[in-house]
């Protein structure tokens, strides 16, 4: 009999919360893992681009720094009105884009089939794990004196750092993706009669896509910070080359102008990306 | 005549150090043809691991097992399997993942989709062919996977514990599904589970698995007529078989308690 009315007094609560009564709303905002409306998530997001220009601004505008070390958001707007007026900077975006995405497809031609392979066949990954585990830690930025001496300075050079940078990580993020296959699915496979292709092709390959394809996502974002160190040096032309230009005529609007080009292109590259694996493989978000 | 034969076949695990654990001791079991025989045993007991090695999933550390004189040397079409997990395939529709097989074996399109039809209505899931697994509630799910295992037209059918992670009605209701098809389609089925009711109530025989080392300890015959209604399950003979397997299965439970 102790237990009732203790009982009793606590099952409203339990009621209530289960409901979600708007009473409770903002203590809930706060309570770990509670999820946000997609409202509160965009003007949040938002709101920290605006109190950033903000303490730029402050800092700019308001003398604190010298503009010879950091333009404000005006002058950095200006510049960037300039460069695509006076210095045809959408030809720089044009080859910058076009190196990215050159040298990521280069890599993913390669990487994938591979990855795949050795995900598939412990033979296989046997014999190159350890060379491409070894190779994943090398820096890309480091073999451009290299690749200069070897393809030039032109575009294969460019090309060639992308590839460095991507290729191995690619390879065994694929691997370990396929590797960890469902091996129930597997074993159901081949109580329906699959041979070892059909579970290579109809298994682990369609069970993979959109580990593999996230794994792409992720890469190409790193992908666009070898472009621009790959154009720092021995270029004439794409956004790295623009920077180091302006970097000589002190013009940090420019500079900053070019860094905010490369994100929102990344930014968009990365959202169609993701909406793009989302359409392909549906049944994989359900 | 014996479709299935099961000779001498033992399984013995290697653990760590050296050590090992005997899974099965060595068994000697038949199964005719058309029959149902249902494998019950306490958990742990090695009785999945015979199922598997019938399979083809897995292999006996001695003996062999012949399907109509043949030696079973892997997986294959002719025994088609249900697992206790869920195992359709996520990417593909409900009708995609029944005729994974057919596709396989490169049958037509056209007699594909009119097995798979055939099969969906057997199930009851006409209207779900193109959801995909994750839409679908577990009984579904493995009602879909049954379809899966039999329009590959299996010799045997293989379940092990398909039921097991359902709730009790929907239990109940998949039990009277599959029995119904049985009765229509006659295939060797070897049914594992820890569930006395369910064994008694689908099969003709029900083989007792000790704890482990597993072997069979006992069989018994259950000839209630078919088709069979529900309504057998609390009829005086039901009880009578059912109390008797409780006894064994209690004893052999309780042996597996003191390891």
Not at chain 1, 25 to 37: H, I, N
Not at chain 1, 231 to 241: A, T, V
Request: charged share 20%; hydrophobic share 50%; with cysteine.
């Amino acid at each position: 009999m102790d237990v009732a009315p203790v009982m009793t007094p606590s099952k409203p609560t339990i009621a209530s919360a289960a409901t979600g009564v708007p009473r409770a709303g903002r203590r809930r905002a706060l309570a770990p893992l509670e999820p946000v409306s997609a409202r509160a998530r965009w003007l949040l997001g938002l709101g920290f681009f605006v109190v950033f220009v903000m303490v730029w601004s402050l800092f700019t505008l308001g003398g604190l720094v010298s503009p010879t070390f950091l333009a404000s958001p005006v002058t950095m707007v200006k510049e960037g009105v300039r460069l695509f007026v006076e210095y045809n900077f959408i030809h720089d975006i044009g080859m910058t884009v076009w190196r990215v995405f050159g040298g990521f497809i280069l890599a993913t031609v390669v990487a994938v089939p591979l990855g795949i392979a050795m995900g598939t066949w412990k033979g296989v990954e046997a014999f190159f794990e350890p060379f491409v585990s070894f190779c994943r830690y090398l820096p890309a930025s480091a073999f451009i004196p290299l690749l200069i001496l070897w393809a030039g300075i032109d575009e294969a050079q460019k090309l060639l750092v992308i590839f460095i940078g991507s290729v191995f990580q690619v390879t065994l993020m694929v691997a370990v993706t396929v590797g960890g296959a469902r091996r129930d699915l597997v074993e159901a496979a081949y109580t329906l009669g699959a041979n070892s292709r059909g579970i290579v092709a109809r298994v682990l390959i369609p069970g993979a896509a959109p580990g593999i394809a996230e794994t792409l996502r992720l890469v190409l974002g790193w992908a666009w910070t070898y472009v621009i160190v790959a154009e720092l040096i021995g270029s004439s032309s794409g956004i790295g080359h623009m920077i180091t230009d302006s970097q000589a005529l002190l013009n940090t609007g420019q500079i900053i102008f070019g860094i905010i080009v490369i994100g929102v292109i990344g930014l968009i590259s990365d959202l169609a990306f993701k909406a793009l694996n989302r359409r392909l493989f549906a049944w994989s978000t359900l | 005549m014996n479709q299935l034969s099961i000779r001498g076949v033992s399984r013995t695990f290697s653990a760590a150090r050296g050590r090992t654990t005997q899974a099965l001791l060595p068994i000697d079991f038949d199964v005719r043809e058309n029959d149902f025989v249902t494998i019950l045993g306490p958990s742990g007991c090695g009785k999945s691991t015979l199922l598997r090695i019938v399979a083809g999933l897995d292999y006996p550390t001695e003996g062999r097992v012949l399907l109509d004189g043949q030696s079973v040397e892997g997986p294959g079409a002719d025994r088609g399997v249900v697992f206790q997990s869920y195992t359709l395939f996520p990417w593909l529709t409900v009708a995609q993942n029944i005729r994974f097989g057919l596709r396989e074996r490169g049958m037509s399109e056209a007699e594909q989709k009119e097995r798979s039809d055939f099969f969906i209505a057997k199930v009851g899931l006409r209207g779900f062919e193109g959801h995909y697994p994750k839409q679908l509630s577990g009984g579904m799910q493995q009602r879909t996977a049954i379809a899966r295992a039999l329009a590959n037209d299996p010799k045997m059918l293989l379940l092990d514990e398909p039921f097991g992670a359902l709730d009790n009605q929907t239990r109940v209701l998949m039990q009277e599904l599959l029995l119904g098809i049985w009765e229509s389609a006659r295939k060797t089925v070897l049914f594992v589970t820890h569930d006395i009711d369910e064994a008694i109530f689908m099969a003709n025989r029900v083989a007792v698995f000790s704890a482990r080392p597993g072997r069979i300890k006992t069989e018994i015959a259950v000839d209630f007529a078919h088709p069979r209604h529900y309504t057998i399950k609390t009829s005086p003979k039901f009880m009578e078989i059912k109390a008797r397997l409780t006894e064994e299965i209690r004893a052999e439970s309780l042996a597996a308690a003191q390891h």
